[in-house]
């Protein structure tokens, strides 16, 4: 919507109109300050933790509260790990869930199958713990791990003992998590494509697997990967629920059996309970790196998306 | 188009003035104000540790029994959150699981420490086919978690416990990963009983645990410990809070003592350690920072144990509230400590009463004591 089309209405200056213009923009500009009190707040409270460790908090892989080293390493190692873990698992879980529901489902099934996936957004995440706690993760140690380590033990993620609380139960977790917000959008992002898209491919004698492959897909790229963006930020700032089952040992191991730490969870187990003023504030550092890492992911996103849209020639979707 | 603008509008001025009728509604106070009773209802708040939390609920509920003027406000927030809530003034009394440190002391000055009750710690195991009395000393404690015992048949297990036969299994050490005062007062016995504890791990409400899987909450380590639930992990041995462990019915082990013998964790078992250590500690106004209760002397003495403390100001401010304060802190030290047993808590020993007697009445309102005698 350009000004131009708006300078009538201005003309005719409705005082409803004003008002209303003022308020929404004050919406709009208090998100933003929000947001900037917040950073500034991370940012000072964090002075003293950045004055005695430097970027050396970035790469310490010490956490002890009662010496007072902290070191960040195994959290952020923790949190990148069990997100792109999840990613691994959900975006094909996703992508088949859009495919199907926007592709294939017949008429009857789509409104009701997508409407319960959704739902499953809703279920709070303590919950998803609960259930992670007492279903997830015996049956993970139990039945998952013996079979990964007996068929892909040669791989240092799939060695060593397996207790259930662990870096593959968090990461299994997350996917469950983020699954309903990255199939919903990339099934928003297929129906977007035209039916001449595919009534075209039908055209040229494609099948099915290839309308979507050929014809599809790669027309709603963007909004795909814009979907699982978003999926990844959630899972970056997922803290409940990761929490209550990847074991919350700050130690950087390959083996995925291994229980790891994520920044959220540190914030959530130990704020509480810390005392010293150096502690408090190396966990404020913490909280202001978990904001950097999301801003700059969704930056990141915003750069591929924008650059694939131009690729495709001004993307009409 | 037009048409489109003209319908948006419309939703919008329908949307405003949704906005501008309800704000009347909005501008009330919805913060901070009690609920209105009788005019004359005194609000004590407090906040503070968690452990002391359904204790301090029963207390609260039953003063009000007694004194239905005063109502006792208890946000159990972490002792943390307590201390700083005290030294910032917010609150009429804070609560903590562990004294306050030299540090602590220094900035709030005037501060009282009163020990409310008494709470042991337990090890607790699931370990298949061996439900009781399973024996552990300190020093054997201490290399388990520090990963230097790592099978249940280490010997250095096997020779505690004749006659039991131990798994050839590795032990899974579960310990809680949210700060807490069961850690310290975990951490605070296994620095006391090897020095190796001390210079690699030391003691605080959270440490670099050196192996092991972390929960959070009383409730997460027993989710890992008690065999009934699906989520245990066999051969596993963790901390928890002696209340925890008898109301799940969790095995937990008889821990050698500073006299040699084995000591089951009981009420009675923890409150000989505290009594034993009475003659140690100072006076309610002084520095509590190096009192400690665990590996007390005494032939029946439990050795995991820990005051947990109330704080209070000792020069008050406010006239009618104070009076309150210091009354509501002389009958739960009294007849307060009757509600302690059925709650799993260990009631005060005689000693320390009268040590939480002196103190009280140090508090004082422009320099006249509020409780006389």
Known sequence: ?317 | MKLKIAIILILAGVLLAGCVSKQPAEVQPTTTVQPTKAPETITLNGAGATFPYPLISKWSSEYNKIKPDVQINYQSVGSGAGIKQITAKTVDFGASDAPLTEQEYTNVSGILQIPESIGAVVVAYNLPGIEKGLKLSGGVVADIFLGKITKWNDPKIVSLNPGIKFPDEPIVVAHRTDGSGTTFVFTDYLSAVSSDWKSKVGKGKAVNWPVGIGQKGNEGVAGLLNPKIISSQKYSIGYIELAYAKLQNIPYAYIKNKAGNFIEPTLETTASAAAGAVSTLPAGDASWSSVSIVDAVGNNSYPIGSFTYLLVYKDQTDQTKSKMLAEFLWWAVHDGQKYSSELLYVPLPEAVISLNEKTIKLMNYNGQPLIQG
């Open chain 1, 1 to 317: 919507m350009n000004k131009s089309k708006l300078s009538f209405l201005r003309r005719r200056k409705f005082s409803g109109d004003l008002i209303f213009e003022g308020l929404v923009g004050l919406f709009a500009v208090f998100v933003l300050v929000i947001a900037f009190l917040l950073f500034r707040e991370l940012y000072i409270e964090s002075k003293l933790s950045r004055n005695a460790f430097g970027f050396g908090f970035l790469t310490g892989s010490i956490w002890d509260p009662v010496s007072e080293v902290f070191g960040a390493l195994p959290f952020i190692f923790g949190t990148v790990v069990s997100s792109f873990l999840a990613l691994i698992i959900a975006v094909p879980f996703s992508l088949g869930i859009a495919i199907y529901l926007s592709e294939l489902a017949p008429e009857k099934l789509r409104a009701p199958l997508s409407f319960i996936i959704e739902l499953l957004a809703a279920i709070p995440s303590v919950i998803i713990g609960l259930w992670g706690i007492f279903i997830l993760a015996p049956f993970i140690r139990d039945y998952l791990a013996p079979l990964l380590s007996t068929y892909f033990g040669f791989l240092p993620f799939f060695q060593g003992p397996m207790y259930g609380l662990s870096m593959l139960t968090g990461g299994v977790i997350l996917a469950i998590m983020i699954i309903p917000i990255t199939s919903s959008i990339s099934k928003e992002a297929l129906l977007t494509v035209p039916t001449q898209q595919r009534e075209g491919a039908l055209a040229l004698g494609a099948t099915g697997w290839e309308i979507t492959r050929i014809a599809v897909l790669p027309y709603a790229r963007s909004g795909i990967f814009g979907a699982v963006i978003l999926g990844f930020g959630r899972a970056i700032g997922e803290t409940m629920a990761v929490t209550m089952v990847i074991g919350n040992s700050p130690r950087i191991s390959e083996s995925l059996f291994a229980p790891s730490y994520t920044m959220a969870s540190v914030i959530a187990n130990e704020f509480v309970e810390a005392t010293s003023k150096l502690y408090i504030s190396s966990l404020i550092e913490i909280g202001l790196l978990l904001l950097l890492v999301s801003i700059l992911i969704n930056i990141a996103a915003r750069i591929l998306v924008s650059r694939l849209l131009r690729v495709e020639g001004g993307g009409r979707a």
